[in-house]
């Protein structure tokens, strides 16, 4: 387990890791994410032992590891860029770690072998890295970490230098490794979509500060604030008010959970577009409007709809029918039809944050 | 929350060590520099302003070495005589530098040839200064080879007399000498003009001669003047061409400093006369290094 | 507007492909004349030294008097040539040895670590590049004179490897830059100390720009003047021993010296080519 106590980086007056409490459950597959420069890196970093902290500690499993270099640390890292000696073989890539710790050649070199088999490269050991693929290196890069058998493994964004195709099939890649090796992972992203579809839990980061940390499912459907919100999942907001009767926004009003956001005072409220209805005309207990324009995505369309001075998104699931004729037009009258427990509160409407 | 409670004594001397051995790297460097480059610097102020007595340099502390240099016209003399050759030096490899590091960038297509024409240029480095000069000075003398290459070939009744033991020859030998210094940066700085933009120009109807003067010359320039600072500096400070190949009108102000070291034996006035030099030079280098950075913002 | 601007240029474009080829020629000639006179002037007093060394004439005029390899045989029994040529050995050694323990860890320092002074250091170790040999040579005559040092073979080792420093610093420093920091991050982080990340990881990545500014400044010391000129005491290195001679005349003997050391340089040069040749891949 590893437990993060008030840990804090600053370069001189820039704040880059704010204050972060965190613990990791052993064998967890935890995953920080914001946009760049919300000090997820750092966070990362620190762990590893690459950046000093200026406060607080770092402890694994109980043991103080704050003022450890890297090289003492039971943790491993798969960099950005891989980071692969460029002057050795892929075998002596992957032997390196078990070899400056004094094992014997022929056993480094056979422990070497079998994290190799692990990520499916056993017949590369002999290759230089500059004859291996993307994917490949990025495999002898996880071999290479997880041959000294760490307790944590940390992941600096290690798809992002592959192209789309590639890392679909690494994030399969990484999920069986994961299982199979049964380490603790953390893994560093700036793609929600990546941290959604591999982590056990996500922590999301903005301003060296952890805004929420949650299950996937959980942070797409309970989003602490408007900006894990934006920045998870795609949100439509808009700004209303609770009143005795329900949530009443652009003039009109619709049912919604009473306890939903206090009452008498202006609010933003969102909900996902995927997750309400569209329909033709005006219905009761829905967001008239008027359609404004039509995305097509192919699996989807996202329908644009001006409601009194707002403008909300929708996402409609392309059928065969609705590819036909369930679209709507352009400037035809419809109604989003939003279920109450859909709907998300996200405090005053001064915070314009997202 | 920790509001910036002190660290425990013990974290901080762990902190402290390990600081402390990344720095061990650093200090036999940082020692040799403090002590053969800052100090000796530090010595030579020192004897700047103490007293000749011959044969003897003896401690005092007064500017008069220095009011000699700033007014006994000898010395200005020298000293403009040493800018004029330097700066005629610099000209002259420039106009041979510039065009062949040209020629090397943009007319040789293959990379093999380019390496092989670069390394022709860069590879007289490598041979001994000293002899580079000296063969200049058996090729130009009254019974040198060029006078009795052109006797025996009818040219001339009369060896030429006016070939060695003047400016023009320290030109030619320091130019020779130095040449190097002036197309590497060049080379490198028009190396690095992305051929997307000659094209670009071309396409934007720009002759050869507009686009070299709109879009090459401007960009080579950060290379131009580095080359130009180094050639010029090191001719500036050069004392074994000129007692080669320059006469008694040749001497320049390093041959003055190391007579003042030598058969002069007047270490203060030396010492003041280098380091005359050296502001100089200090001088000349970082505003050199200020244009040039000017010059690179275009590029980025 | 746009549009009818594209189309009026693509005729002067054209017209000037087709010039630029009917004057290939021409062009192609002016170059490669101007391109040979450079290379001429470079090369020519070179060739005139080597093949003067093989005059059998005492004077160095032409035309050449015929084939000896006389100037040659009397150097192998120069004595005083001799010792000089072992005297630079020595210090040529000494020096590079010198200037590559500190000038890697300089270069080291200026590239990964942020310390005090950095500004200051980095100046200092860098002036002699540009700076006449004359400086270094005296302001380190004027603190050896105050410590009392005396002059020997040793004060000239310390001079070259201060001024050849600069040498090793850049190419090292320029090196580094370009080696992902990562590297060493990764080897610390699979559990290598300092001192194995830089014999395992560093070094191997550097090895080019070790080897090729050793090499550099192998020559460089192996051919110093103005730093020994101030430097040396009774012992002569070798172009001291040249110089002393030219001074006094000129002969073929030194033109034969010459020749030697232009072989010696050559067989550097191709050296320092063949050994710094990237392998495929490897970015060092």
């Not at chain 1, 603790?184 to 940390?213: C, K, N, P, W, Y």
């Not at chain 1, 306890?259 to 996902?272: C, E, I, S």
């Not at chain 1, 329908?303 to 029918?321: H, K, S, Y």
Request: glycine residues 8%.
């Amino acid at each position: 387990m590893i437990e993060l106590t008030g840990l804090t980086k600053r370069f001189g007056e820039v704040v880059g890791v704010d204050c972060v409490d965190l613990r990791v459950e052993e064998g967890a597959f935890v995953t920080l994410l914001g946009p760049s420069g919300c000090g997820k890196s750092t966070l990362l970093r620190m762990i590893g032992g690459f950046e000093e902290p200026t406060e607080g500690t770092i402890s694994i499993d109980g043991r103080d590891v704050t003022d450890l270099p890297p090289n003492r640390r039971p943790v491993n890292m798969v960099f950005q860029d891989y980071a692969l000696f460029p002057h050795m073989s892929v075998g002596r890539n992957v032997a390196y770690g078990l070899k400056v710790s004094g094992m014997a050649r022929s056993e480094a070199a056979a422990e070497a072998r079998k994290a190799l088999d692990m990520v499916g490269l056993a017949d590369r050991a002999e290759a230089m890295p500059h004859q291996l693929s993307g994917g490949q290196r990025q495999r002898v890069a996880l071999a290479r970490a997880i041959v000294r058998h760490p307790k944590v493994l940390l992941l600096d964004e290690p798809l992002s230098a592959l192209d789309a195709n590639l890392r679909e099939q690494m994030q399969v890649e990484l999920r069986r490794l994961h299982r199979l090796v049964g380490l603790t992972f953390i893994m560093v992203t700036h793609d929600q979509s990546e941290a959604l579809a591999m982590s056990d839990r996500i922590v999301v980061m903005r301003d060296g500060r952890v805004v929420q940390q949650a299950a996937p499912s959980e942070l797409y459907d309970k989003p602490a604030d408007a900006y894990v919100a934006g920045f998870v999942g795609t949100t439509s907001f808009f700004e209303g008010e609770m009143t005795r009767t329900g949530l009443r926004a652009f003039g009109q009003t619709i049912r919604a959970p009473k306890d939903l956001a206090p009452h008498g005072r202006p609010a933003r409220f969102g909900y996902r577009p995927e997750k309400v209805e569209l329909r033709q005309g005006h219905v009761a207990d829905g967001l008239t409007g008027h359609v404004d324009e039509l995305l097509y995505r192919g699996d989807a369309v996202r329908v644009f709809v001006n409601v009194g001075d707002g403008r909300l998104a929708v996402d409609l699931q392309v059928t065969d029918r609705a590819a036909t004729d369930g679209l709507p037009r352009p400037d035809e009258a419809v109604t989003i039809v939003i279920p109450p427990a859909r709907l998300m509160a996200f405090g005053p409407a001064a915070d314009k944050a997202a | 929350m920790s509001l910036a409670e002190p660290l425990p004594e013990a974290r901080l001397r762990a902190r402290r060590w390990t600081a402390m051995r990344r720095y061990l790297v650093l200090s036999p460097p940082l020692l040799w520099t403090v002590v053969f480059m800052f100090v000796p610097y530090l010595t030579l102020v020192v004897y700047s302003v103490w007293r000749a007595e011959f044969p003897l340099a003896v401690p005092d502390f007064q500017f008069g070495n220095y009011v000699t240099i700033f007014t006994d016209p000898q010395y200005r003399n020298v000293f403009l005589r040493t800018l004029k050759i330097a700066s005629l030096v610099s000209l002259c490899a420039l106009l041979l530098a510039f065009p062949y590091a040209y020629f090397l960038v943009f007319r040789v297509r293959s990379p093999g040839w380019r390496l092989a024409l670069y390394m022709a240029v860069v590879a007289p480095l490598w041979v001994s200064y000293l002899l580079r000069a000296y063969t200049w000075k058996t090729i130009l003398g009254t019974n040198g080879i060029l006078n009795s290459f052109l006797i025996s070939a009818g040219l001339i009744d009369e060896p030429l007399t006016v070939l060695l033991y003047n400016q023009a020859a320290m030109v030619l030998t320091l130019t020779y000498v130095f040449i190097p210094f002036m197309v590497m940066p060049i080379y490198a700085a028009l190396e690095k003009i992305p051929p997307s933009l000659h094209e670009a120009s071309a396409d934007l109807g720009e002759g050869h001669l507009s686009t070299f003067f709109k879009v090459t010359l401007p960009l080579a320039m950060p290379g131009v003047i580095a080359g130009f600072t180094m050639t010029f500096c090191l001719s500036f400070g050069d004392f074994i061409a000129p007692m080669l190949v320059g006469g008694p009108d040749g001497q320049m102000i390093a041959g003055v400093i190391a007579t003042q070291f030598g058969a002069a034996l007047n270490w203060p006035l030396g010492s003041a006369l280098a380091l005359t030099m050296l502001v100089f030079i200090l001088v000349l280098i970082s505003a050199s290094d200020r244009l040039e950075r000017v010059g690179q913002g275009r590029l980025a | 507007m746009t549009v009818v601007q594209e189309q009026v240029d693509i005729v002067p474009v054209r017209a000037k492909g087709r010039r630029r080829s009917r004057n290939g020629l021409g062009a192609r000639l002016a170059w490669g004349g101007a391109i040979a006179a450079i290379l001429a002037f470079l090369y020519l007093p070179i060739a005139v030294l080597v093949l003067f060394s093989f005059n059998s004439g005492r004077l160095l005029s032409w035309p050449i008097q015929g084939f000896t390899l006389d100037w040659y045989r009397k150097l192998a029994s120069n004595e005083q040539l001799i010792e000089a040529a072992w005297n630079s050995l020595y210090v040529a050694t000494c020096s590079t040895a010198l200037t590559l323990i500190i000038g890697v860890p300089a270069a080291l320092a200026l590239d990964r670590l942020s310390f005090p002074g950095k500004g200051l250091f980095r100046k200092l170790v860098l002036l002699p590049i540009a700076l006449p040999g004359i400086i270094t040579g005296i302001s380190m005559l004027t603190l050896f004179r105050l410590m009392g040092a005396n002059l020997s073979l040793t004060t000239v080792i310390i001079g070259h490897a201060t001024a050849l420093l600069a040498v090793v610093v850049t190419q090292v420093y320029a090196r580094l830059q370009r080696l992902p920091r990562s590297y060493e991050e990764a080897s610390a982080d699979l559990g290598a100390s300092g001192l194995q990340t830089f014999f395992f990881v560093t070094l191997p990545n550097i090895r080019t720009a070790v080897i090729g500014s050793g090499l550099l400044s192998f020559t460089l010391s192996f051919d110093e003047i103005p730093v020994t000129f101030f430097l040396t005491g009774r012992d002569n290195t070798l172009p001291m021993y040249i110089w002393s001679t030219m001074r006094r005349g000129l002969t073929p003997e030194i033109n034969a010296v010459g020749a030697l050391i232009v072989l010696a340089s050559a067989v550097l040069v191709v050296l320092s080519v063949l050994l710094l040749r990237d392998k495929p891949g490897g970015r060092a």
